[in-house]
């Protein structure tokens, strides 16, 4: 077997590894993403088919599509780590793809665990209250209607937790099963 051929059975074993610990624990542990990231640098550094700055490329790239969300406090250092990761296996493309499939699979997941911890109702409440707190800048009137959501909510009950490491799993996994240049790859030549 070629080692280029061996690299998606790498980043499914990786991927599933990663997703069932983060199920488990909810927690995404460093002893797996920094040598994942280590492997995919030096894979593709040695790698005679692939550019040698594949894997920086990737790390850099899921860097900074997750800075955002994780300095907003949206989510922990683990999943930018996990996406980090997967960018030093597959590449920037491989990245963004996989963020994009995980941003489309996510709402499924999350609906799971909503109702698997039956909290549908208070899930339903905080959400339309944050999403009139962000309209609430442009319509001072949904700013309003939010804080009288606020007093119905239940400040004592935690809010679900999902793993987006799972996301991020299924969108790898479906990335590499559709060939993993979509819908990136007229950027690829950047």
């Keep these: 077997m070629q080692t280029v051929q061996a690299m998606p059975i790498a980043v499914a074993t990786f991927a599933v590894a990663i997703a069932w610990y983060d199920v488990r624990e909810r927690r995404i542990p460093n002893f797996l993403v920094f040598p994942t990231m280590l492997f995919g640098l030096l894979f593709h550094l040695f790698s005679p088919v692939d550019g040698r700055l594949v894997g920086l490329k990737g790390i850099v790239a899921g860097l900074l599509l997750l800075i955002v969300p994780y300095v907003s406090g949206g989510m922990k250092a683990g999943d930018v780590k996990f996406l980090m990761a997967i960018g030093a296996l597959v590449g920037w493309q491989g990245a963004v793809n996989t963020l994009l499939a ?12 909503v109702i698997r911890e039956r909290k549908f109702l208070l899930t339903w409440l905080r959400f339309r209250r944050l999403f009139l707190d962000l309209i609430g800048f442009v319509l001072p009137g949904a700013k309003l209607y939010a804080m009288r959501l606020a007093l119905r909510d239940s400040s004592g009950i935690d809010s679900v937790r999902t793993p987006f490491g799972l996301s991020l799993t299924a969108g790898v996994l479906l990335v590499l099963l559709l060939g993993g240049d979509w819908p990136v790859e007229s950027f690829s030549r950047f």
């Design 102 to 113: 995980a941003l489309l699979i996510y709402p499924v997941i999350a609906l799971f665990f």
